[in-house]
DNA sequence: GAGTGGTCTAGACCACCTC
DNA sequence: AGGTGGTCTAGACCACTCG
C-alpha cells in the first residue's frame, strides 16, 4: 500500500544524460568545438563525475564526441565511410589500395592465425604491417599474413625495405579465386592503439580477411580500425552517403 | 639525482587485471561456468569493485564473458558467425532467410531513412520489423523500410497479419539489380535491448543496407546485431571456422 | 604550472533473479 | 530473503598537453 508507482521504470541518470547531451550537441554545438571539462559538466548537472563520464563514454562509442586526455572533450565529425571489400575481388597491394607498409618480418604465425590459413603451427609466414590513413587521420592498421609456401618464386636476399613489395609482387602472380571476411568488435591492443593515436582498450571493429588461391588460403589479414570514427562499407555501391551516425529516430509504430 | 625510473609505463590496474583473467579463463574455466561474484574477486585481487568491474567490462565487450544481473558472470562461448549479406543478391524475406517477422506497419519515415531512401521526408513506407534467432537466442533485431512507391501493386486492404507478407512478396517481383552496406558500432536502444535480452547502451553492431531496382533504393533495412556474442560474416565462402575471437598474440617482429 | 581527461577507492543503494 | 550485477557518490591522485 502507499507509494503509488505511476512512473514505472525509473531511467538510469547517466542515460538521460546522454540524451540532454545529445540534444545540446545536435542544437548549441559545432562540429570540433570543445566542451566544457568533466567536473564542470558534473557540476551543471548536478551529478557525480563518474556518472557524467558514463554518458560520455557512450557518445564517443557512439561517434558523437572525442575525448583526449590533456586537451578536452570536442564534438566529433560524422563516421567517415571506409570501403572494405570491394566487388571486384583483388589482392591486397594491388592498385592504389589505401594502405601503406610499415615492416615486414618472416616468421612463424600466431596459432590463431595458423589455423586461419589452414597451415601448421610451425610453419614461416612472411607478416606485413599495413597502415591506413583516410583525411589525415590513421583508421586502422593491419597485419597481412602470407604463407611462405604461398610465394615459392620469391628470392631468398632481400633487404627489409623490398622485402614487402617484393611479397607482394609475387602474390599478385596468382590468381584469386576469392575472398570471405568477418567482422567483430575488438579491444584496441597496446601496440594498436599507438598506431590509431587512441588509449589501449579503445573500441574496434576487427576485419578478418581470407584470401583463396589453388584452393587454398593464400593469405589471410586482420585489419584494425577505429570503431569511434569509421563506418565500414562493403557491396557494389562506393561510400553511402547518410546523413550520419546511427538512426535516431527509427520507431514507426 | 632522483628516482630512477626504469619502469617506463606502469599500464594500469585494470588493464593487467584483463590479462591475468584472461589467462584464468583459458585455464581454469569452461565455457558457461559461473565465475565467483564480483565483490569476491574484487577481494581477492585486491582492488575496488569499479576497478574489477572495468576489466569485466572489457572482457564481456570482447565476448569472453557474459554478465546478467541478479545471477552472475559465466564465460561466453566463442561468437557465433552470423552470415550477413550472401555472394547471391536475394531480396530480404526470400527464400529461408534466418529472420521472422514480428510486426508491420505504414508510416513516415524517419528523416535519417528517408535519407537513405532517397524519398521525401512526408512520404509513406511500410516497416517491417524482423528478428533473427540463432541456436536458441536472438542476435539481431532489424527494421525494414519499404516505400510505397516501390510496391504499387499493393492491395489497399490488409489485416495486419497479411501485411508484412504481401509487402514482401510484393517486393520480391521487382528485379533486384544490387545491394549495399555499411557496418558501424553503435549501443543498444531500449527498445531493442530488450528484444535482445540485453540491458540498453549494450553495444551492437548496426548493419544498414540498401537494395536497388530501377535505378533506385527499393527498400532499405537497419539491422541490430548483439556486438558481444555476434562475429558477421562477409563474402563468398560459408562461415569461417577460426578457433574464437580476435587473435592474441599476433605480434611478429 | 595549470588544466584536461584517465584511473582508482570505499563506500551506498537499487533492480533483478532465484530459492 | 538473500545474492547478483547495475548505478551512483565524493572524493583522490596520475598522465598528458599546452602555454
Given at each position: 500500500m502507499g507509494t503509488t508507482q505511476l512512473e514505472a521504470v525509473q531511467e538510469p541518470k547517466y542515460w538521460h544524460l546522454k540524451t540532454v547531451l545529445i540534444d545540446a550537441l545536435d542544437s548549441e554545438f559545432e562540429v570540433g568545438e570543445i566542451l566544457p571539462n568533466e567536473r564542470d559538466l558534473a557540476a551543471r548537472f548536478g551529478v557525480a563525475r563518474a556518472t557524467l563520464r558514463q554518458a560520455l563514454e557512450q557518445l564517443e562509442l557512439e561517434g558523437r564526441l572525442q575525448r583526449r586526455r590533456g586537451v578536452g572533450t570536442t564534438v566529433a565529425p560524422p563516421r567517415m565511410g571506409v570501403a572494405v571489400g570491394p566487388s571486384a575481388n583483388v589482392w591486397p597491394g594491388?592498385?592504389?589500395?589505401a594502405w601503406h607498409t610499415i615492416g615486414c618480418v618472416e616468421a612463424v604465425a600466431p596459432a590463431p592465425i595458423a589455423a586461419v590459413l589452414g597451415t601448421a603451427a610451425d610453419e614461416a609466414v612472411h607478416t606485413i604491417h599495413r597502415e591506413r590513413v583516410m583525411q589525415g587521420q590513421p583508421v586502422a592498421t593491419e597485419l597481412l599474413y602470407v604463407p611462405a609456401a604461398s610465394v615459392?618464386?620469391?628470392?631468398p636476399m632481400l633487404t627489409p625495405a623490398s622485402h614487402a613489395p617484393a611479397v607482394l609482387r609475387e602474390l599478385h602472380t596468382l590468381e584469386l579465386d576469392g575472398e570471405d571476411r568477418a567482422v567483430e568488435l575488438g579491444s584496441a591492443r597496446a601496440e594498436d592503439a599507438k598506431h590509431l593515436d587512441r588509449l589501449p582498450g579503445a573500441p574496434v571493429l576487427v576485419v578478418t580477411s581470407r584470401y583463396f588461391a589453388g584452393g587454398r588460403v593464400a593469405a589471410a589479414s586482420v585489419a584494425t580500425y577505429r570503431a569511434d570514427t569509421c563506418r565500414l562499407t562493403f557491396g557494389d555501391s562506393g561510400t553511402v552517403e547518410v546523413t550520419h551516425h546511427q538512426a535516431e529516430g527509427r520507431r514507426a509504430s
Open positions: 594491388a592498385g592504389r589500395d615459392p618464386g620469391l628470392s
